[in-house]
């Protein structure tokens, strides 16, 4: 099993739609929850970063993680055709240790 | 937010030949450099951990002596690709974390093709 899942997609939603992203982990010592957005032939930048369980906004970007259910959305609002990329989420244990990704979510927003 | 860069972009090597990649981290000092090799439409898979000043930690799997990674400064760290045949062609990608935080940026990666 891998440490850290997810539906690779693709996923298309219209322009304007909610767009709700999900991963698992298997690991309970995962402590730091990042999410990274990644257009192709490009290096992932970071979107979010979230410490333990709870809830994070950053402009239309929403991180929620649920550590009992071990369970990491991100949530896009308003999703524009720029948001189409692929997205990966990613955990760590401490915040010096190495980082684990997913297999990354692919999304396409149509105008 | 913080720059991290790698060169080449791109670089066309022939096989049997050494190909050096650079990540540079621009506006901040990075005492971990990760490197990573990515394959259409998979995700990233880490290569190695790279420590400023000391020897860099490999992933189970990964030929050390292939790729022989150092990390001289802590803005500075290269991936060498030693004798480089075609299945080695990929995008390799490196990130840095940032020296008095625990944000991880990546560079734009590079890709690498042998012939």
């Known amino acids: 099993q891998k440490e850290v899942e997810q539906d690779p997609g693709p996923l298309s939603v219209p322009e304007g739609a909610i767009v709700s992203l999900n991963c698992t982990y298997s690991?309970?010592?995962?402590?730091?929850f990042m999410w990274y957005r990644q257009y192709s032939r490009k290096g992932p930048e970071l979107l979010m970063y979230?410490?333990?369980?709870g809830n994070k906004e950053d402009g239309r970007f929403t991180a929620q993680v649920d550590k009992s259910s071990k369970y990491i959305s991100l949530f896009i609002r308003d999703s524009q055709p720029s948001d189409s990329a692929t997205y990966l989420c990613?955990?760590?244990?401490?915040?010096?240790?190495?980082?684990?990704f997913g297999p990354g979510t692919s999304l396409s927003v149509i105008p | 937010g913080a720059v991290v860069s790698q060169h080449p972009s791109r670089v066309i090597c022939k096989s049997g030949t050494s190909v050096k990649i650079e990540c540079r981290s621009l506006d901040f000092q990075a005492t971990t450099m990760f490197w990573y090799r990515q394959f259409p439409k998979q995700s990233l898979m880490l290569m190695a951990t790279?420590?400023?000043?000391?020897?860099?930690?490999?992933e189970q799997g990964v030929e050390k002596d292939k790729f022989l990674i150092n990390h001289a400064s802590l803005t500075l760290s290269t991936l060498t690709v030693t004798s480089a045949h075609p299945e080695d062609s990929s995008f390799y990608i490196c990130s840095a974390r940032v020296r008095t935080g625990n944000t991880i940026y990546f560079g734009e990666g590079s890709w690498l093709t042998v012939v």
């Open positions: 790279s420590n400023e000043g000391s020897k860099a930690t490999y």
């Open positions: 979230t410490y333990s369980s």
């Open positions: 990613a955990c760590m244990k401490t915040s010096y240790d190495k980082v684990i």
């Open positions: 690991n309970s010592a995962f402590q730091y």
